[in-house]
Nanobody, 124 residues
Framework: VQLQASGGGLVQPGGSLRLSCAASGFTLDEYPIGWFRQAPGKEREGVSC????????FYTHDVQGRFTISRDNAKNTIYLQMNSLKPEDTAVYYC??????????????????WGQGTLVTVSS
């Protein structure tokens, strides 16, 4: 099982970025996948997640209406479209998958395999 996150960078407040998480070694529409972030000095937190079987999506309150998670089964890749970015969105973003749950959750302790992270910096 491998997850490769990419797409981070420096963006001005109000701008947009799209993160990608390419999966290998498994079919991602069979398992829950989540996006998480960790800002300096803070704990890792769930941002958005999608369940494998039924594709239910969940978002943390801070990003509701600004971020969109999606899945491309043909490419075995999930995306996180981030719009209206704010300085407080600055963090390292990780994707992860779980083998212990069937319905996705924003709680990072339920996830087993993690990508390497991609840095998002929102600053003018």
């Amino acid at each position: 099982v491998q997850l490769q996150a990419s797409g981070g960078g420096l963006v001005q407040p109000g701008g947009s970025l799209r993160l990608s998480c390419a999966a290998s070694g498994f079919t991602l529409d069979e398992y829950p996948i989540g996006w998480f972030r960790q800002a300096p000095g803070k704990e890792r937190e769930g941002v958005s997640c999608i369940s494998g079987s039924d594709g239910r999506k969940f978002y943390t309150h801070d990003v509701q209406g600004r971020f969109t998670i999606s899945r491309d089964n043909a490419k075995n890749t999930i995306y996180l479209q981030m719009n209206s970015l704010k300085p407080e969105d600055t963090a390292v973003y990780y994707c992860a998958t779980s083998r212990r749950i069937t319905v996705a959750t924003l709680l990072p302790e339920f996830y087993d395999y993690w990508g390497q992270g991609t840095l998002v910096t929102v600053s003018s």
